[in-house]
């Protein structure tokens, strides 16, 4: 049955190991949001927030607004990234049921290199 399966995504995806979660610190909002990064393709990451979180109030599709990225590698310091906030998709019956996925598209050019 795996044999059967394949991608369904509109671009290829490729796991780059650049950073591990994302810190959301937004004006209006009473709360810092730190999320693991799910996964990364080469348009954009995408983070997991709960249904009812408060974050959700404060971000709209098409805001773009300063994220602080955290590193895999620890001995690398947080970067802030203007990103783009390119979708917010509910999961109401698949694997992430109750939540809904947030995806960031970093809109400063990088050297993934450094």
């Known amino acids: 049955m795996a044999d059967n399966l394949h991608e369904r995504r509109s671009e290829p995806r490729s796991i780059i190991d650049r950073y591990f979660s994302v810190e959301f610190s937004l004006s209006g909002c009473s709360f810092v949001y730190q999320l693991k990064i799910l996964n990364i393709s080469t348009t954009g990451i ?3 927030v ?14 773009v607004v300063n994220l602080r ?4 590698d620890s001995s690398r310091p947080s970067v802030l990234l203007k990103t783009d906030i390119k979708h917010i998709t509910r999961d109401e019956q698949g694997r992430f ?3 809904s996925l947030v995806g960031l598209s970093i809109l400063e050019n990088q050297d993934l290199n450094r």
């Open 46 to 48: 995408c983070v997991l």
């Open 97 to 99: 049921k109750g939540v």
């Open 50 to 63: 709960k249904e009812d979180s408060d974050l959700l109030n404060h971000v709209r599709v098409g805001d």
């Open 69 to 72: 990225y955290y590193p895999t």
